[in-house]
């Protein structure tokens, strides 16, 4: 089997086409990037040939490279695998250097020109390749994305495509697409400068300009060319270097090492001459490589992440794909949960009380689709193809022929049970039930069912629209089919499943709460919030607690804790938690939502800055800890939950753990994870560092005994509990 192929039209052009068989998107492996090579010195040396043509045969162009390629190259390396991964990344640019000039000699004659013909999507290094081509053609296809979107996962455009968007762009249009990952569609990649030509056959339009005997030498390839927007040292371009350093530092608060070696790559690049930049980038790539920062990326945001989305956990099932589904409660999550749905495809049913509700939770969907009409994302047709998906109606009797239910009404068990039998009596006899709860247990929950194994939890995070993660709870009770039925659910809509089992709090929210407590604890004890806030966005968090309170709102932290403590007694921990929440509830300072929690707020809910009302209350120590001592007491309070959840089979994917901590409360995703960043530090530390935070400041940072255990083993998570490991 090869991955490209080669052959000579009549009219002299040769076309390499790429078809990776087996695969439904190209990605380019090892051996596909020496069949290139191979099929560009045939091209380059036959006298017959005038140009080449680098097409795919399949609807898209390229989803990017094998990461695999990446281990491989390490791995091969043995004792350096930094010269590994150099002398690899290297062989790349020698053969897109290969095709950038064509067969010029060193004075840019001769040659042979080189275009690349996108038919649709092309990301990475399905664009690096076309950068390296002197004309890119794409086609006029508005579902095609174009762009380098290696800074989402952990690294940076490493095969040429940083340094060359530089070159042809300049800086400072080309950091939204370096630094920000944008993707645009093939007219707006024009306008942006990213291709050349958008064209109905893109195939037919690169022959063409071949043909037409055009002039191919790259400019930074001529005499006098000089970076557009200026070089580092130019006055512009040190302008543009001096604010991007400002906007990468200010964005990743220093936590993302690619975003720092990328910056680098572009700085050091710019100041020497193209092949030479090369080498830079490829020096800056492998230090980011190397990195054990990008490794937990790519594990968790894309290998871990698209395994889930594939089913990877799925129980053994038939096809339980979901045809029309029944969403019980029209408020904000239900509203969410028909749009996303109706948007897949599906037919639903959305259920409320009064038909006025209803009819307002399908018009979050109208409203929605407005949106995206004035953005140009979507069209009048699209938004009344999915209305005409959704009744809104008070009425059970339309819940017949669902085969899944949703229900997202008021976190009150009664009113859950209520509901439950409602459906019960309407629904077929294979129809799954699902809770969309983030508290209550499932299996308390499923007394109510006649058919406990069809009743299962799906907690969905608000908005829904916007958050990927979706956590699948299993009650003791639930069957395979139910989880199956989930799952393939979670894949319509085009989300990320984790499954866990059911416990107080589940997964995500069990994890979270720590954190949120501990911020709140450390004003309590006279901790500087502006030391909290800042602590925790230095080590990665989006939010930092006392601003994740304000915007899920102090009265639900409240009726939380009223709950926790009523379920668990004198077991309770949190009682100096609750003296801030209680007080804040009595001030009314609920959040941003009463326009006044642990911030201010202006009229129009705008933040002010942290409250000088809260810091009276709870006036600040004169002696505040070190950054590194509340980073830790952050961080510990999460990421002991999660190996709790673990040791208690809660979890029992730690690939879950961890996409589900990135995705589900953005648990600092540099790190890849809470597993990711206990292997990173090591199990030893850990315990050790669990001891000093215990004795410091109490028994909830115990060490599990999962942990203490790896600790005295030399264990990692990913070592024991990784897919490798699950396999053997």
């Not at 094998?66 to 190259?73: C, E, G, H, Q, S």
């Not at 640019?93 to 690349?116: F, T």
């Not at 572009?266 to 490794?295: C, H, I, Q």
């Not at 996303?340 to 409203?367: N, P, R």
Request: net charge negative; proline share 5%.
């Amino acid at each position: 089997m090869t991955d490209f192929t080669l052959r000579k039209d009549a009219d002299g052009v040769a076309i390499i086409e790429w078809d990776v068989p087996e695969k439904s998107m190209n990605v380019l492996s090892l051996d596909g990037l020496a069949e290139l090579d191979g099929h560009l010195d045939a091209a380059l040396a036959d006298d017959a040939v005038k140009g080449i043509v680098i097409t795919s045969a399949k609807p898209d162009f390229a989803g990017g490279m094998d990461l695999n390629v990446i281990a491989k190259m390490k791995e091969s390396a043995g004792d350096d695998p930094a010269r590994g991964l150099f002398d690899g990344i290297m062989q790349m640019h020698a053969i897109l250097r290969k095709i950038e000039r064509g067969g010029m000699d060193d004075k840019n004659k001769g040659g042979k020109p080189v275009a690349a013909a996108l038919p649709g999507t092309a990301l990475g290094i399905g664009l690096e390749i076309p950068l390296a081509c002197h004309r890119v053609f794409a086609a006029d296809n508005p579902k095609a994305k174009i762009g380098l979107p290696e800074i989402m996962v952990g690294i940076f455009p490493g095969a040429g495509g940083t340094t060359r968007l530089v070159r042809k762009m300049g800086a400072m249009a080309a950091s939204p697409f370096l630094l920000e990952g944008k993707l645009s569609d093939p007219k707006k990649a024009k306008m942006a400068g990213l291709i050349d030509e958008v064209a109905d056959d893109p195939v037919a339009a690169a022959k063409e300009w071949i043909l037409s005997e055009p002039k191919f030498v790259k400019p930074w390839d001529e005499k006098g060319y000089k970076i557009p927007g200026g070089a580092p040292y130019h006055p512009a371009g040190f302008m543009t270097f001096v604010g991007a350093s400002a906007m990468v530092n200010g964005k990743t608060k220093g936590v993302y090492p690619a975003a720092k070696a990328l910056l680098s790559a572009v700085y050091e690049g710019a100041l020497v001459p193209f092949d030479t930049a090369l080498k830079v980038e490829a020096r800056w790539f492998t230090n980011v490589l190397m990195n054990p920062s990008s490794a937990a990326m790519i594990r968790s945001l894309f290998i871990n992440k698209e395994a889930l989305e594939k089913g990877a956990n799925r129980p053994e099932a038939p096809d339980q794909k979901v045809k029309k589904v029944g969403v019980l409660g029209a408020g904000m999550m239900g509203a969410g949960i028909t749009l996303v749905s109706a948007l897949a495809g599906i037919e639903v049913v959305l259920i409320d009380q009064k038909q006025e509700a209803a009819d307002k939770g399908k018009a979050y969907t109208a409203d929605y689709m407005d949106k995206g009409i004035k953005r140009k994302k979507a069209t009048e047709e699209k938004k009344a193809a999915t209305l005409s998906l959704i009744t809104a109606t008070t009425e059970y009797a339309a819940l017949e022929g669902c085969d899944l239910i949703i229900e997202a009404v008021f976190e009150d068990p009664k009113i859950k049970a209520e509901v439950t039998v409602k459906v019960e009596a309407v629904i077929g006899d294979d129809c799954i039930f699902a809770s969309n709860t983030s508290t209550l247990p499932i299996t308390q929950l499923a007394k109510a069912s006649s058919r406990p194994e069809q009743f299962i939890g799906i907690h969905f995070f608000s908005p829904v629209e916007k958050m990927m993660l979706v956590e699948i709870i299993k009650g003791k009770q639930t069957g395979d089919r139910a989880v199956a039925k989930a799952l393939d659910y979670v894949r319509q809509i085009r989300k990320t499943p984790i499954v866990v089992n059911d416990a107080r709090f589940f997964y995500a929210n069990r994890c979270i709460i720590p954190y949120i407590n501990e911020g709140m604890r450390m004003v309590k004890e006279g901790v500087s919030p502006v030391l909290i806030e800042n602590a925790a966005k230095m080590v990665g968090m989006p939010l930092g607690p006392l601003q994740l309170v304000d915007e899920t709102s102090i009265d639900l932290g409240a009726k939380i804790a009223r709950a926790t403590r009523a379920a668990m007694g004198d077991a309770y921990p949190d009682g100096e938690v609750d003296e801030v929440i209680f007080w804040m509830e009595a001030e009314g300072r609920l959040g941003r939502k009463t326009k006044a929690g642990f911030y201010d707020y202006d009229a129009t809910g705008k933040r002010q800055g942290l409250s000088e009302t809260v810091k009276a209350q709870y006036p600040q120590a004169v002696d505040q800890p070190d950054l590194t001592e509340v980073q830790h007491r952050l961080l510990f309070a999460q990421v002991l939950e999660a190996v709790r959840a673990l040791e208690e089979g809660v979890l029992e994917d730690i690939r879950e753990g961890d996409v589900g901590a990135i995705l589900g409360w953005g648990f600092a995703p540099w790190s890849g994870g809470p597993f990711s960043w206990l292997d990173m530090i090591g199990a030893p530390y850990a315990a050790e560092r669990c001891d000093q935070l215990a004795e410091a400041h109490g028994a909830r940072f115990a060490c599990p005994d999962l942990l203490r255990e790896m600790a005295a083993k030399g264990q990692s998570f990913y070592k024991r509990f990784g897919p490798a490991a699950r396999a053997a």
